[in-house]
């Protein structure tokens, strides 16, 4: 069911009297699913759609607008695709009680993937999704490959009749979808030469594969520990000596790394972080894939953006596995204002000190080490730890953690996103 949450004012959809809790039935005689369906459907600057309005009358537009023209209609949330895997690693099997419930849910949606650049494991397609997928050119997608031999695969997943995954990301090759993919590498069971011949059957698909990651597998203190462990330094570093000959043999062959360690692998295997250009484009910083080297770039890149912040203290938030990267990014941000800036590296007190990630941080974890620390002018906290609704993991919400410092608190992606907005001294 497609359901229409608010309508903007002066907008096509206002014009012709929808209001929201008005249901979109269908576009051009076509039953609307999903967003997907009405965002591809009514893409057109002239269709006829059907709806039902609250009163229950259902009612069907002519529309015609130019092309540039939106319709102005918000449709309410999606009902999210659940994961039908079992996998030791989940995260979210891992979290502890009395979160609020958004976060106990199981997500594994293709249309989420292709919207929001969430992985999906492609487990519970059916015939009709994939020829969506297909139709609608849905590319690039998300795609936790994990193991690209199947009996490995369903192992990992705890599926016993997981598709082949190369059967359908060659099916969407053919189709000319693109895909980025990722291989969280739990020890023991997918790496060695099993991760070396999934990088080897991912490359093979040529440039439908976008690009390819290793990410170390991620536990809570609440995880299945008696399933799965985390991989030892050694185990890390035969992981990037692996990743790394496969990027090798991209650069030489395709002009293009393809293949990433997370920035965390690095870390367990304590070695250097590779140079910017061993990145890419970034396409999977947001998997922890490259973010010093991003952050570094951002801040030379937007050089000019920046304020004098001479004679201020910044403190700057974040976990304990960037606080140990983070010296390098702290010096270039001196460089480009003057400022003095802090690192907090945070300990999860929520998760468990296993978990580093600095979007994980809760709102009582960051506002603990402020408090410690309250000496600073301004502190600069990370951007990815509150959701759309400005809200902690632990649900404190930003503005109360404002009210509860003495100096300004600025939520950041980048330091250049938080620091650029900043008045002119």
């Not at 979160?99 to 993937?113: A, E, G, V």
């Not at 919207?115 to 139709?135: C, S, W, Y």
Request: proline fraction near 7%.
């Amino acid at each position: 069911m497609v359901r229409v949450e608010s309508v903007a004012r002066d907008s096509v959809g206002a014009e012709i009297g929808l209001q929201p809790g008005a249901e979109l039935v269908s576009v051009n005689g076509r039953p609307l699913l999903d967003f997907l369906d009405w965002e591809f459907l009514s893409a057109d600057s002239e269709f006829t759609l059907l709806a039902r309005l609250p009163d229950g009358d259902v009612v069907e537009y002519q529309i015609e607008r130019d092309e540039d023209e939106p319709m102005g209609l918000e449709l309410e949330p999606p009902r999210i695709r659940r994961c039908a895997n079992r996998c030791d690693f989940c995260f979210v099997d891992g979290l502890p009680e009395g979160l609020r419930s958004t976060l106990y849910i199981r997500d594994d949606d293709y249309r989420l993937s292709f919207r929001h650049g969430n992985f999906a494991t492609l487990t519970n397609l059916k015939p009709a999704d994939v020829d969506r997928i297909l139709e609608y050119r849905l590319s690039p997608l998300y795609v936790s490959v994990h193991a690209t031999d199947p009996v490995i695969r369903r192992r990992l997943l705890r599926h016993p009749y997981a598709p082949d995954v190369m059967e359908q990301l060659r099916t969407f090759a053919r189709g000319g979808i693109e895909a980025h993919t990722q291989i969280v590498l739990q020890p023991g069971v997918n790496d060695g030469p099993v991760l070396e011949r999934s990088l080897t059957d991912l490359y093979e698909l040529g440039h439908a594969v976008l690009s390819v990651s290793v990410v170390p597998v991620g536990l809570t203190e609440f995880s299945r520990h008696e399933r799965v462990r985390e991989p030892t330094p050694d185990e890390c570093r035969r992981a990037v000596e692996t990743v790394n000959a496969a990027a090798g043999k991209a650069i030489e062959e395709r002009s293009e790394p393809w293949a990433f360690g997370s920035d965390e692998l690095y870390l367990i295997a304590d070695l250097p972080l590779p140079p910017a250009h061993m990145y890419g484009a970034f396409d999977q910083v947001e998997n922890g894939v490259g973010s010093v080297r991003f952050l570094e770039r951002e801040i030379h890149s937007n050089h000019a953006r920046l304020p004098d912040l001479s004679g201020r203290r910044i403190a700057v938030v974040t976990g304990t596995a960037m606080g140990r990267l983070m010296p390098q990014v702290i010096d270039a941000l001196e460089a480009a204002t003057g400022g003095a800036f802090e690192t907090l590296s945070v300990t999860n007190g929520l998760f468990g000190p296993r978990v580093t990630t600095a979007g994980l941080l809760s709102g009582q974890d960051i506002q603990h080490a402020l408090h410690e620390h309250d000496d600073v002018d301004m502190a600069l906290i990370p951007g990815e730890a509150l959701n759309d609704d400005g809200l902690f993991v632990d649900d404190l919400s930003l503005e109360a953690l404002k009210a509860r410092c003495p100096f300004p608190v600025l939520p950041s992606h980048t330091f250049v996103d938080a620091l650029a907005a900043l008045p002119a001294r």
